[in-house]
């Protein structure tokens, strides 16, 4: 058998380290005493029989009461610290050696003659400090502790805080607390064990009793060498006194410190008759005796802690769950432990050590984690304490890396109706209870930066507890919940390539898609958890050619595969459609970046095809999250370096709903089926709204903001003067807050802009976004030096500013990506993203809720992991915008992909040109390049366009609605992927609604003869030879109220009543297509 400290083994993405399954391996604790014993052969040989008959099962493990451990399969044991590894202070070792709970007051002797070094190294204090931080690293959540010292002054003998006054319920984070002042202790010559005793009874009295039929030990441990008395009184006529009041239930347990005490007889007799309590009062109740043990030096102190773990024993020996904690071996996430404690046949008194399995808590509540009947619809899972385990708001167990104490599920189910069912679930009832106004959360993007949203939805609660466990679960059921399905399809060859072109040969020809290695001949596929019948199964695949050619195989039809969902199946089969639609509009790909359309079934489409990162889940990202939250309206993501490869880029998105023949508009509590989606540069879309709105470029400054607040395009963006290194900082998660002050001050003030709050209970902040919201029918204010229009059918805004200057800087936080980070100031006015403290009683582990907002959704897990730099030598562009044939400033940036060049790193171009964005991106040449524009360059204007041909000017223009054909043309890129409506139906169980249901990405139009309007293609800033719209754009029609005054107070509208009267395609238009920009005839 191999030391686990001298293993290589290989990697594996099951462990998430490298292993071997060929045998198990040990390690030796430099605390072990010479005569160590190990398990023998035959529990390898079970070990292995384990985890070939389940799976599931993570690491297996002995963990010995003399330091020695065997663990299978074997692995490098904790890396940074593998030869001081030492079982016994894992959680895991302490739950099954000592499971009945306990109340633990560690009282730690600070006389001057703790000073003494008679141990090597160590002084008696520091080997006194050893043991009381053993001590800690003991105990659970079961459990409840304190510490205290020797020492008279009232701010040295014990922690301040709620430490001072009760009991602190086991969390990482206390045990933290108390350890570290334990650390800083430091030996006097005024100490008083009296003192340290009074305390220490005080904190029972002052802490709630064990109740009724609970067992529960209650124990004061005492570290003191014995040498110093006190002067006036004896300690045991104080036990006697302050036990009494007790009742008689406290254990009084001795360690006595140092090799001097067993020459110091007065010392050792007085530690010992404290631990027996000889003078107690036998009327208050029998005395609880506990231990004196005596530890000489510092190698003694995990064998002669042998008694502590033996008082503490039980004798029943069934198998204990652990709480979820962060796995030693790996980086892997949150582990459940069953263990059990084994005892010496000839002795049962004597605990030889315990044996334990490990199992991923993602892979326990695997089928939870997934249940789907509807976006109403979900599980989640408590112990009897009513601790949390799984639920939706909370971080997924595999992304767990640091520390993690259960949150109570009060915090989470806020609902009226809620309390009685919990509590019924910690009785371990089984049950059904109706909730009228059940709360269901989403993230709007970004959690810290842009909040959550909330509805409201009824719901039957259906609770029972799990066999053989202390859990209970609950699954939620909304009204109207429903599971989408399609129609058996067949699979056939065509339909599927999966991303991972680099370890498969498809014989698909590749192409240069910016940065990227890309195929425009297919779209490509990727699956995330929710594709697989056995989620734990696919988080563990090696990705191989193997693979990959298994899941070809299936999808051509040519075998089966029992790994994949029905579902996910169907979907992309009949996704198939979009990519058809996608190749077939290859002008498109002028102005668009990548295209994608993304399902709850668990896979994403994506074109051109391109390999993504192995960790990326569409179903994690931003833009999926803010789509989803915003169900019913198109949203645009601020600008983002685009994981695949791209640059800065924004993404525009839409919702696809599960349809309704009926006509009937969608609402909020309709299911969302997938999302669409198309990413588009960041210089080419600032350029777009300037030629739609020439007034941005005559002495005003035009910006976009999203309805968080944060800015999608300003000016300042694109400026070529910002070095290359510096672009990315400049550009992403900048609020208006920060960057335009005073537009912001005037937004709050007139109670546009508004701060809206969520509670984090996990780290108790009260995290507070802004929400920019017009009143119903307002899309228009006119403030101080600007105005601002709304979107209509978007989260976007425009700005148009008419002062340069910001006359005040409210927050100088660039960028501004956390509420976390920055305590609110409680101005009104000028706060950044900021949080307030919720208040906490980190003693009982219990926040306030009083006047409390809704809680917090978890901070989805990163999922942008960076792949390698692709090889693209010798590869032509995907799609070639002939960049270099562009001699005009406005042609250059009537597509993607090109910029229009004018300075270098060093000074202005003599003469500008049109390149490449891999050469030229925001104007400025990249990467130190000369001469990128020769003197046979065409010249060229390079001064702003006030004007441009085909476009309205500023008087007749309407702003919202010329600046939201931008949004518009996404309608219509977007759109086509709307053919898989076509194709989906909905099953329904005896719950629903007996229709037959289409997949719809909008609202239907009940009278479609209302339609009227198409997306002007100029615009949409597309070039007639470049785009031809044909009837796309009527391909998502939705109902939508357009009141003859919704356009009122645009620039060139004297007032409202004339408004409608200088649009004359708007009158009598009551209702028309979403998006659509109704043409003015004169143009």
Not at 144 to 161: C, I, Y
Not at 424 to 436: H, T
């Amino acid at each position: 058998m191999e030391n686990c400290c001298n293993v290589a083994g290989s990697p594996n993405l099951k462990f998430q380290a490298n292993i071997s399954y060929d045998s198990s391996c040990w390690t030796v604790s430099p605390k072990s005493p010479q005569i160590k014993k190990f398990p023998n052969q035959y529990v390898e040989t079970v070990m292995r029989t384990n985890y070939n008959g389940n799976r599931k099962l993570l690491w297996q493990y002995f963990g010995g009461e003399d330091g020695t451990s065997i663990l299978y399969p074997k692995a490098k044991v904790s890396p940074t610290s593998c030869s001081s590894f030492d079982p016994r202070f894992r959680p895991y070792y302490a739950a099954a050696a000592t499971p009945i709970a306990k109340d633990v007051v560690v009282l730690v002797d600070t006389s001057v003659s703790m000073h003494i070094t008679d141990n090597k190294d160590r002084s008696r204090l520091k080997l006194a400090k050893e043991v009381a931080t053993t001590i800690l690293q003991t105990l659970n959540s079961n459990d409840r502790m304190a510490v205290l010292s020797f020492d008279p002054d009232p701010e040295k003998l014990k922690p301040t805080g709620c430490y001072a006054d009760q009991l602190s319920l086991y969390t990482a984070d206390n045990e933290g607390v108390l350890s570290e002042f334990v650390g800083n202790l430091n030996a006097i010559s005024n100490s008083d064990i009296n003192v340290g005793l009074e305390a220490a009874f005080h904190y029972f009295s002052n802490s709630s009793a064990p109740k009724q039929g609970e067992e529960r030990y209650q124990v004061i441990l005492v570290l003191s060498d014995g040498a110093d008395s006190p002067s006036d009184k004896s300690p045991l006529d104080v036990i006697r006194e302050k036990n009494a009041e007790l009742g008689n239930r406290i254990h009084i347990m001795v360690y006595g410190i140092g090799n001097g005490i067993e020459e110091d007889t007065n010392a050792r007799e007085m530690l010992r008759n404290i631990s027996l309590q000889t003078n107690n009062d036998a009327s208050a109740g029998a005395t609880k005796i506990g231990f004196f043990e005596i530890i000489p030096i510092a190698d003694a102190v995990r064998s002669k802690m042998r008694s502590y773990y033996s008082f503490f024993k039980s004798s029943n020996t069934e198998a204990v769950i652990s709480d979820p904690f962060i796995d030693t071996f790996s980086s892997i996430g949150l582990l459940i432990s069953v263990c059990r404690p084994a005892y010496d046949k000839t002795d049962r008194s004597i605990l030889l050590g315990v044996a334990c399995a490990d199992v991923k808590l993602s892979d326990l509540f695997s089928e939870a984690a997934v249940f789907h009947e509807g976006d109403s619809s979900y599980v989640f899972i408590i112990d009897s304490k009513g601790r949390t385990l799984n639920h939706p708001l909370l971080p997924l167990s595999r992304t767990v890396k640091t520390s993690y104490t259960l949150l109570d599920i009060a915090y989470l189910e806020r609902s009226q109706g809620t309390a009685d069912i919990i509590e019924a679930m910690k009785r371990r009832e089984a049950g059904s209870q109706q909730v009228i106004s059940s709360t269901r959360t989403m993230a709007r993007g970004v959690v810290l930066t842009e909040g959550i949203v909330t509805r409201t939805v009824k719901s039957t609660y259906f609770y029972a507890p799990i066999a053989n466990s202390d859990y209970s679960i609950c699954v939620v059921v909304g009204d109207g919940a429903k599971i989408a399905k399609f129609p058996t399809q067949t699979r056939k060859p065509g339909v599927f390539v999966y991303h991972r072109r680099d370890i498969y040969d498809d014989s698909l020809k590749s192409c240069k898609n910016f940065k990227r290695r890309a195929t425009i001949e297919h779209s490509i596929v990727k699956f995330n958890a929710n594709a697989f019948t056995d989620i734990g199964k696919y988080l563990y695949i090696e990705e191989n050619a193997n693979t990959v050619d298994g899941y070809t195989k299936y999808f051509n039809g040519e075998i089966s595969h029992t790994g994949f969902t029905t579902e996910v199946t169907n979907s992309v089969v009949i996704s198939i459609k979009a990519e058809e639609i996608w190749k077939s509009k290859t002008d498109l790909s002028l102005y668009t970046i990548w295209r994608y359309f993304g399902t709850k079934d668990g896979f994403i489409r994506v074109f051109p095809g391109v390999q993504l990162t192995n960790d990326y889940d569409h179903e994690k990202r931003p833009w999926w999250r803010r789509a989803k939250s915003q169900r019913e309206i198109m949203t645009m993501t601020t600008p983002y370096l685009d994981a695949w490869g791209a640059g800065l880029v924004v993404t525009l998105c839409r919702t696809i709903f599960v349809g309704r023949q009926e006509g009937i508009p969608h609402t909020e509590q309709d299911d969302v089926e997938g999302v669409l989606g198309y990413d588009i540069g960041l210089s080419y879309l600032e350029r777009l709204i300037n030629e739609i709105y020439p007034e941005c470029e005559t002495g005003n400054t035009c910006m976009l903001v999203d309805n968080s607040g944060f800015i999608i395009i300003h000016p300042d963006f694109v400026d070529p003067n910002i070095q290359e290194s510096e672009r990315v900082a400049a550009v992403e998660n900048i609020h208006i807050v920060q960057k335009e002050s005073d537009i912001a001050r005037d937004l709050i003030a007139r109670s546009v802009m508004g701060k809206r709050s969520c509670a984090d209970f996990d780290n108790h902040k009260l995290q507070v976004t802004y929400r920019i919201q017009l009143n119903d029918g307002d899309i228009h204010i006119k403030g101080t030096n600007y105005d601002l229009w709304k979107l209509e059918d978007t989260n976007v805004f425009l700005i148009r500013k008419t002062k340069a200057d910001v006359s005040f800087q409210c927050c100088t936080d660039i960028p501004m990506i956390s509420s976390t980070a920055k305590m609110c100031t409680g101005t009104k006015f000028c706060d950044c993203l900021c949080h307030t403290p919720i208040p906490f009683d980190a003693c009982l582990n219990i926040n306030s809720r009083d006047g409390i907002s809704a809680t917090c959704i978890a901070k989805a897990p990163d999922s942008t992991s960076t792949k390698e730099p692709d090889s693209l030598s010798g590869l032509e562009d995907c799609y070639n915008p002939i960049c270099d044939t562009r001699t005009k400033e406005e042609d250059c940036y009537s597509v993607s992909g090109c910029s229009w060049c004018v300075r270098d790193d060093s000074s202005p171009l003599s003469k500008p040109c049109c390149r490449g964005v891999d050469t030229c991106d925001f104007g400025k040449v990249l990467g130190g390049k000369r001469d990128v524009c020769p003197d046979t360059t065409t010249s060229a204007s390079v001064g702003p366009v006030t004007t441009t041909e085909g476009h309205p000017s500023s008087s007749k223009s309407d702003v919202a609605v010329v600046v939201g054909a931008v949004l518009g043309s996404a309608v219509v890129i977007l759109s086509v992927v709307i053919i898989v409506i076509l194709y989906r139906r909905c099953s329904r169980d005896t719950r629903h609604k007996p229709a037959d249901d289409y997949l719809t990405a909008m609202p239907s139009v009940r009278d479609n003869s209302q339609v009227q309007g198409v997306v002007n293609q100029q615009y949409a800033g597309m070039h007639p030879r470049h785009y031809d719209g044909g009837s796309d754009t009527h391909s998502m029609p939705m109902q939508h109220n357009v009141t003859p005054n919704s356009y009122d107070a645009m620039p060139g509208s004297s007032n409202s009543s004339t408004s409608s009267g200088n649009n004359p395609s708007l009158q009598g238009n009551k209702t028309m297509a979403p998006n659509t920009i109704p043409i003015d005839k004169k143009l």
